[in-house]
């Protein structure tokens, strides 16, 4: 198995708090990306890293910033946790863009209330 | 606009059964395509991926998918599905130089023993 680990797993929070998620990886690729999962949206993409300091938006980055100052770790920010935000967050990596297999963490379970 | 359509929500087939879950892009080329299973709990993994060359691509535990450029779709086959196989099964596509992996919003399998 891929060597990326999330944490929290499990988080309950209140609206209007910030929350962190983190992603960590031993795999030492070059890209890293946060997905959310919602029923009936599939999986989303939030931001992604394709190296340290060099980060993009995805599809849904509104509400998210993310930061990554070394090759393991990519944080994922909500600034002001809202309940449209309660979701399962997912972490990926890959050693190529595009084209490569993503490795998926096992997801961060983040409850907004 | 660019999109990945998984029409079934959920499918329920019988053990040693034969499984056909479908995919449909919309895109102007041809993409990168991918399938991806999530187990209860699990983050997802690659089940079989096509870029060029032969439209039939053979994956991990017995699926195969199938690339029929005339029809934009990426159908995903197994010739007699097992109890194990019960799970999510998610889409994807790579469809331009920006190399974002876009998801459909998934098929649910279910096996009756």
């Known amino acids: 198995d891929a060597g990326i680990t999330q944490s929290p797993r499990h988080k309950v929070t209140e609206t209007g708090t910030p929350v962190t998620l983190r992603c960590h990886q031993t795999e030492n690729h070059r890209y890293m990306y946060w997905y959310r999962q919602d029923p009936g949206h599939g999986l989303r993409l939030i931001h992604y890293?394709?190296?340290?300091?060099?980060?993009d938006k995805g599809e849904v980055s509104d509400g998210y910033s993310v930061s990554r100052s070394k090759t393991e770790d990519f944080l994922l920010t909500l600034e002001s946790a809202t309940s449209s935000q309660t979701s399962v967050y997912f972490c990926?990596?890959?050693?190529?863009?595009?084209?490569?297999?993503?490795?998926f963490g096992e997801g961060s379970r983040l409850t907004v209330l | 606009a660019q999109s990945v359509t998984q029409p079934d929500i959920h499918i329920t087939v019988s053990e040693g059964a034969s499984l056909e879950l479908r995919c449909n892009y919309s895109y102007g080329a041809t993409p990168y395509l991918f399938w991806y299973v999530q187990s209860p709990g699990q983050g997802l993994q690659l089940l079989l991926k096509y870029f060029s060359g032969d439209t039939l691509v053979q994956g991990i535990k017995g699926f195969e998918a199938e690339f029929k450029r005339s029809q934009s779709s990426f159908n995903l086959r197994k010739p007699s599905v097992h109890w194990s196989d019960a799970a999510e099964y998610f889409c994807?596509?790579?469809?331009?130089?920006?190399?974002?992996?876009?998801f459909g919003s998934g098929t649910r399998l279910l096996v009756r023993p």
């Open positions: 990926a990596i890959s050693p190529v863009e595009g084209a490569g297999e993503l490795f």
């Open positions: 890293s394709y190296g340290v300091k060099d980060t």
């Open positions: 994807a596509v790579v469809m331009d130089s920006s190399y974002k992996l876009i």
